[in-house]
Structures are given as structure tokens and as C-alpha cells.
């Protein structure tokens, strides 16, 4: 990663902190094994509140654009980024059992160092969808369109004769 953004996340709660900013995909280095190309940038924004509860989060926002593959034709599969998390800040492994145990709720351990731009790369790996696909009339029209010039490019009866041998 090219700059490290690193913050001490209670703190920044306490202070009610904000951040926001741009990066590129090419920057975010285990988000690579699922992009196509490095294209694109993405605008971030994080904020440190406490919830209703009076509990310390961080709230996360990302938006933009990366190129994923698509599974059904392995075309390349423009997907829009709009992501939105909270994420609670546990202040010891008992509290963040605690939260575990709620499946309503996403935590993460207090940091006094918390790399920004980690954190808003496993939040883009998680909202990634598991198989990337174009939808069904976009990737199957150029699949059986493919198909059809195959076909037709051969004599017909070509297939037939290979049967015979």
C-alpha cells in the first residue's frame, strides 16, 4: 500500500473523528486477486461515534467502481460499489464475545493503531459478491450468440461425421 493511514480508534471516537478521501484499487493489494484490471478509484469516509447505546463505532462508507469477472462468460463485470457499515469497537476479547454472540452486530478489537485503508479493504472483499455474474440477458446474448457462429461455420453434417469415426 502506498500511504498508511493509521489512527488510534478510541480516541478517534472520543474525538469524534472523520476522515475521508480516494484511493485506487491498485492500492489496496489483496483486493487484486479479485479485480480484473486496477481501473477505477474509490471515495471512502470514516466516521468515530458512539451509538445508542453509548458504545464506540466506527462508521464506514465506500463508493465507486472495480472490475470484477463474470463466472458465467469471464467477461469483465463492471460492479458499483455503495457500501455502508458500523462497525462497534470492543475494548477487550470478553466484549467482543459478547458481541460475536449477536449476529446483528459486526466488531472488531480497539486498535491504537488501525490502518485505515486495511480496514476499508476487508470491508470491500466482504461486500464483493461470491459469484460475480452479468445479469442473465446481457451474458447469456453473447454466450449463444458465440455458440451460433460456431455452429454455423461448420458444415452442418461435420459434427456427424466426427460421430461415426
Known sequence: MSDQLVIDTLDFVRN?????????????ERLQDYLTDKAGELVYSIEGLFDHQDRPMLRIAVSGTVN??????????EHALELE???????N?????RYDEDVTVDAIMA??????????????????????????????????????????DEHPFAALATLKQ
Open 68 to 77: 470484477l469477472s463474470c463466472q458465467r462468460c469471464l467477461e469483465q463485470l
Open 16 to 28: 469524534a473523528g472523520s476522515l475521508r478521501g480516494r484511493v485506487c484499487p491498485c492500492d489496496l
Open 111 to 152: 486498535s491504537t493503531a488501525l490502518d485505515i485503508l486495511t480496514l476499508i479493504e476487508d470491508e470491500i472483499i466482504l461486500s464483493l459478491p461470491n459469484s460475480p455474474r452479468h445479469q442473465d440477458i446481457a451474458c447469456l446474448t453473447t454466450s449463444k450468440l458465440e455458440i451460433y457462429r460456431a455452429v454455423t
Open 93 to 97: 476479547e470478553d466484549e467482543l464475545c
Open 85 to 91: 457499515s458500523e462497525l462497534l469497537l470492543a475494548r
